[in-house]
């Protein structure tokens, strides 16, 4: 037996296991693909302080196969980095990061050029140029699953038009669906959460498209932030206690983790029965777990939030201006919190009426980092707030375990430095109690806002009928009058004109 | 940015996403970890042809923390696979393997050692014995997790008392609990669907408990099959001319797959415009392409099916009796099917009546390759099967959307080479049609024989309540005409006699 054991590689790993990165029918393929590329270019702008602009196409090759091409206007990559960041799982820059952005675990594209080379043996292709004084490269690559290591099939250089961006492109096999659960559909959403952004887009036969964006201000720059004290494990401080540069506890304390100043830290220090100069690797899994208790004892400031960017009530409300036809539009961004020491931000947009359909169950748009999330919606933390809100006290429909019904458009967005997704293929949001309960308070202010909203609708609705009731009878009551009493025209004219004065004016009393 | 791209260890991606390994709450930490050495224990046993005798033991350490004991009989590990079988993600035996076997991945034991030490900072430690005249060793490690590769903290010879048998120990933190979803639940469970195994339990605080096997017959041997065709696609054919030893193309063909024969091997590759010298390693991406393509056009037997080790309708019957006290039991073990290329087999077990609860929902047991699935029921294959299936044709009642309501146990097993989890932690099968179809197939054939069985129940209580009418009437009619005839005793008796004669012999016609 001890001769089959063997090392498996992530890649190996995932090929077998592809529904769990999002790759288990075509149509999610397609879709999970597209999502992979636009995430990368929207996070690399953004890091760049760039206005996205990206193009998104697909070519159709055969019946189920397709080309997928996208391309932005970012910051490009250096050369070196290309074949690893396309050809390796587990590979990129956000992993060991606090701070909010689209991709996580440096899985996603990969995956996507993975799942390609699968199913059409096609490799992966990337063009990319890092600035106007930088040549432009183009790579043909795939991957080798048993090592999880690219190999890189073409790489030379080659004549841009643009001073820079990134193009990537990828064929596989897949089902093209058009609808509400479509490309397009999916991309409209994205910019919606992204109102920075705009997309061109072209589908397989189909007209172009150019989602436009509703504001040119991008997104406040998401900061870095140190671990939080509340949110670390024996485990995870043993091996900071290992890795770190510092000399003396005191300074360890200080330097790796977010909100402990020198007074705390020699006061969890000296509370564990430690000293303030021990040197970090010195420190026994006993200290440690002392240390730990320790800080579960003591008062530490809630962890900073600049490095959470929240999309912001004014920018919501404009986007959905834009995106869909409403009568009523509202937002709310709720201050920072915390979950297991990580920070993360709650935000809530509402459109009401006008063109949305009035006796279907509200739509629901989830985001998490900006990035919407397409499936699994019953598993999210998102839906269980919305079903836990009373949408009837706002003057709602909704049934029990359902979504409220009405002319409602419902936009969720949850922002972190570490979103806790359900699976990997980051289709819902886990139901931590303080997630749900900032969702809920969110929802509350939102849905008191369009309570106000509708029984005002309802008072000016009442209005509106007596007043037509006034128009449409105090003729009549002139000409029975005009007939009985034998008045004149003119008679007849004032006798009406007073009688819709008075009634008017006791109306509106 | 570029400085910050970074290599990360598949250690380092699931100790941050732990609750896709099942991780995710300290009660369900408890049970994997339980679980997985559990299915380890197992596994080596068969493999071995070992009738398993497991010891599961749980020391409370302080209030939220446990140290979690499991020593099995079988066949031992060998010293120098130890670090990396405990101490290295990824990596094992059956991943590469088409076969039958509880674990697959490689990464069960190694994630519940990281899980210990991220929650206590305390090594595994494993002692195992490889054989009478091998020695025993004990070994105490770590997980290095930025490089996935075990730390060796202790590593020495012992004595051992048991000649063979391998026993690990983790300590984490974590929640026990007791009753339905408890780790003696879960152990009971086991058993069921692995009649030949005896396990000896003591929770902490608890009274050892003896959980015995009904039956001393090991399972069939699962051997391993290779790759079917259908189930291929071309990145992996491509991978495979690759990998070969083969020198042409038929020889390829023959030896690296199920069911393909020379005369198969000739069509498919002059079909593909192919030789059958060409060396496999020549093949071009176009080509192989074609080759798929016409894999899928040609006629191939369905994969053998003794990669596969049901458990036996007799086995499942005389486990449910052992293990439950009902009134009835049947077993349904279908033929083997097919999905995706891989082999697979489902199996039903009932239990009706006797002191299982009458007025409750069905109690559903699902089981993937002999393993129970404690999490997930709803998104599981099984759940959607009983669903599926109308039981009250079948004599019981149910409501739309629910299992079944009475005294009954569903038992579900479903075996495969490679079972299609909905998410790593294994918690529910995905819904594949074909495993849908043979779930309700085996559904009906049980619940036809459930069905016959409540109506015989029925009839007798229908026979039953007219024999008491008789038994109850009679004998006033006997004193009535005794009174009104002036009949003696005994001929009063003689009446009642024949009449209760005369109309028992009618009730039975």
């Given at each position: 037996m001890?001769?089959?054991?063997?090392?498996?590689s992530v890649s190996e790993?995932?090929?077998?296991?592809?529904?769990?990165l999002?790759?288990d029918?075509?149509t999610k393929?397609?879709?999970?693909?597209?999502k992979e590329?636009?995430?990368?270019?929207?996070?690399?702008?953004?890091?760049?302080q760039?206005?996205?602009?990206l193009?998104?196409?697909?070519?159709?090759?055969?019946?189920?196969?397709?080309?997928?091409?996208?391309?932005d206007?970012?910051?490009?990559?250096?050369k070196e980095?290309?074949?690893?960041?396309?050809?390796?799982l587990?590979?990129?820059?956000?992993?060991h990061?606090?701070?909010?952005?689209?991709?996580q675990?440096g899985i996603?594209?990969?995956?996507a050029?993975?799942y390609?080379?699968?199913?059409?043996?096609?490799p992966?292709?990337i063009e990319?140029r890092?600035?106007?004084?930088k040549?432009?490269?183009?790579y043909t690559l795939v991957?080798?699953?048993?090592?999880n290591?690219?190999?890189?099939?073409?790489?030379r250089?080659?004549e841009?038009?643009k001073?820079?961006?990134?193009?990537?492109e990828?064929?596989l096999?897949?089902v093209?669906k058009?609808?509400?659960?479509?490309?397009?559909?999916?991309?409209r959403?994205t910019?919606?959460?992204?109102?920075?952004?705009?997309?061109l887009?072209?589908?397989?036969?189909?007209?172009?498209?150019r989602?436009?964006?509703?504001s040119n201000?991008l997104p406040?720059e998401?900061?870095?932030i140190?671990?939080?004290?509340?949110?670390?494990?024996?485990?995870?401080?043993?091996q900071?206690?290992?890795d770190?540069?510092?000399?003396?506890?005191?300074g360890?304390?200080q330097?790796e983790f977010?909100?402990?100043?020198?007074?705390?830290?020699t006061?969890i220090?000296e509370a564990?029965?430690?000293?303030?100069?021990?040197?970090p690797?010195?420190v026994?899994?006993?200290r440690?777990?002392?240390?730990i208790a320790?800080?579960?004892?003591?008062?530490i400031?809630?962890?900073?939030?600049?490095?959470?960017?929240?999309?912001?009530?004014?920018r919501?409300?404009?986007?959905l201006?834009?995106?869909?036809?409403?009568?009523?539009?509202?937002?709310?961004?709720?201050?920072?919190?915390?979950?297991?020491g990580?920070?993360?931000?709650?935000?809530v947009g509402?459109?009401?009426?006008?063109?949305?359909?009035?006796?279907e169950?509200a739509?629901?748009y989830?985001y998490?980092?900006r990035?919407?999330?397409?499936y699994?919606?019953?598993?999210?933390?998102?839906?269980?707030?919305?079903?836990?809100?009373?949408?009837?006290?706002?003057g709602?429909q909704?049934?029990?375990?359902?979504l409220?019904?009405?002319?409602l458009?419902i936009m969720v967005?949850?922002?972190?430095?570490w979103?806790?997704f359900?699976?990997?293929?980051k289709?819902a949001?886990?139901?931590?109690d303080?997630?749900i309960?900032?969702?809920?308070?969110a929802?509350?202010e939102a849905?008191r806002?369009?309570?106000?909203?509708?029984?005002?609708?309802?008072?000016i609705a009442?209005?509106?009928?007596?007043?037509k009731y006034?128009?449409?009878?105090?003729?009549h009551i002139?000409i029975?009058l005009?007939?009985i009493l034998?008045?004149?025209?003119?008679?007849?004219?004032k006798?009406?004109?007073?009688?819709?004065?008075?009634?008017e004016?006791s109306?509106?009393?």
């Open positions: 001890a001769k089959q054991q063997r090392e498996i790993f995932f090929t077998k296991n592809r529904h769990l999002g790759f029918s075509p393929a397609l879709l999970t693909t597209i590329a636009v995430d990368n270019s929207l996070d690399a702008c953004e890091e760049a760039i206005l996205p602009d193009l998104v196409e697909i070519v159709p090759v055969s019946e189920n196969r397709f080309r997928v091409i996208v391309e206007n970012g910051p490009g990559i250096v980095q290309i074949p690893r960041i396309f050809g390796k587990l590979y990129g820059s956000k992993f990061r606090l701070r909010q952005s689209r991709g675990q996603g594209i990969s995956a050029g993975m390609g080379q699968l199913t059409t043996g096609k992966i292709v990319s890092a600035g106007k004084r040549k432009a490269h183009h991957i080798d699953t048993q090592r290591e690219p190999v890189v099939k073409k790489d250089e080659i841009w038009g001073s820079q961006g990134t193009r990537v990828i064929e096999e897949g093209y058009r609808g509400k659960h479509g490309v397009e559909a999916y991309l959403q910019v919606l959460a992204n109102p920075h952004v705009t997309i887009y072209k589908g397989p036969g189909e007209e172009e498209v989602i436009e964006r509703a201000a406040e998401a900061l870095e140190k671990p939080h004290p509340y949110g670390v494990e024996v485990g995870m401080l043993l900071m206690l290992k770190t540069n510092s000399r003396q506890l005191k360890f304390f330097s977010s909100r402990v100043g020198p007074k705390s830290a006061s220090i564990s029965g430690l000293s303030t100069t021990t040197s690797r010195r026994s899994a006993e440690a777990e002392a240390l320790t800080i579960r004892e003591t008062k400031p809630a962890p900073p939030t600049n490095c959470l960017s929240p999309i912001g009530e004014e919501i409300e404009a986007s201006k834009l995106q869909m036809n409403a009568d009523w539009y509202t937002a709310v961004t709720r201050s920072p919190s915390v979950y297991r990580n920070p993360f931000q709650v935000e509402l459109a009401y009426g006008g063109d949305l359909g009035a006796d169950l739509t629901l989830r998490a980092n990035v919407p999330l397409q699994q919606q019953g598993a999210c933390a998102a839906f269980k707030a919305v079903l836990a809100t009373n949408w009837r006290s706002y709602l909704q049934s029990r375990g359902a409220p019904t009405g002319p458009v967005h949850v922002a972190s430095v979103v806790p359900t699976s990997e293929s289709e949001v886990a139901s931590y303080e997630i309960k900032e969702l809920k308070l929802f509350q849905g806002r369009l309570g106000r909203y509708i029984k005002r609708g309802k008072r009442d209005d509106e009928r007596k007043r006034i128009e449409k009878y105090i003729p002139g029975a005009k007939e034998g008045l004149t025209d003119r008679q007849e004219k006798v009406v004109d007073t009688l819709t004065d008075t009634l004016r109306r509106k009393t």
